[in-house]
């Protein structure tokens, strides 16, 4: 059931005409065609000499979801692997380097399957709207229930062997990061992390590890499980 404020949302969107079946007549009037607008909750079907399927907007939108649900039932689509974005730095000072001593942002991904999976191909991004931003090299594997860090430094240069260097950095005001996948000629979203602006050596991610919770901590942990005690542990690199 659509909220009943989207009435005033819609209307002005409206010029005041509504045309059906060649037949104009107007929003406010109690003609024939009243029902498309002003009778916003009506039932959806209207027994009468010009139609007999008309429907108020209301109706009309939940019936199309109805249909749209049934059509995607029929359509046999694969289960997304569950593969996650779980944990992101963005403002990084001592968490974490690299191979080269460097202490940039990185993006932590979590394999929540009981299997290793092979997710060269995929694309993650700083930026939605450009999805194939950073191609994963082919080949690259996560283990099971296990983490892959991709750092996010602007120097694919630097990639050498397993260590995956994106070519974008991450705004610490907050960027959403998101992850796709190429399934044949469609560009699938396999997870993404909303924006959030961080502090200094901090990050947001999932706790528990794969799960819809999303929060902040102040102990980041590379290559390990999200923990969200404040009291970071002095075996972590900080």
Do not use: K, M
Not at 92 to 117: H, K, Q, R
């Amino acid at each position: 059931q659509l909220p009943a404020q989207y009435h005033d949302l819609l209307l002005p969107w409206f010029d005041g005409t509504i045309e059906s079946g060649g037949v104009v007549g107007t929003i406010t009037s109690s003609n024939q065609h009243d029902p498309y607008f002003e009778d916003y909750n009506s039932p959806s079907n209207y027994s009468n000499s010009l139609n007999a399927h008309r429907h108020g907007i209301l109706p009309f939108i939940q019936d199309r979801a109805s249909s749209l649900q049934q059509q995607l039932s029929q359509i046999n689509t694969p289960a997304l692997p569950r593969v996650f974005i779980n944990e992101v730095v963005s403002a990084n000072a001592s968490v974490g380097p690299d191979d080269f001593g460097e202490f940039d942002d990185w993006i932590e991904l979590y394999n929540a399957e009981p299997n290793p999976i092979d997710i060269g191909g995929w694309h993650i991004t700083d930026n939605p709207s450009l999805p194939t931003q950073y191609r994963i090299p082919d080949g690259t594997i996560i283990p099971a229930n296990g983490y892959l860090r991709i750092i996010a430094d602007n120097q694919p240069e630097q990639q050498i062997g397993d260590t995956l260097h994106a070519n974008f950095r991450i705004s610490g005001d907050g960027e959403t990061i998101a992850l796709f996948n190429r399934i044949q000629d469609c560009t699938i979203l396999i997870d993404y992390l909303p924006a959030t602006p961080l502090t200094t050596n901090t990050s947001v991610g999932r706790f528990p590890d794969g799960s819809d919770n999303i929060q902040v901590f102040d102990c980041p942990t590379p290559d390990a499980p999200n923990d969200n005690n404040d009291l970071c542990s002095p075996l972590l690199p900080r």
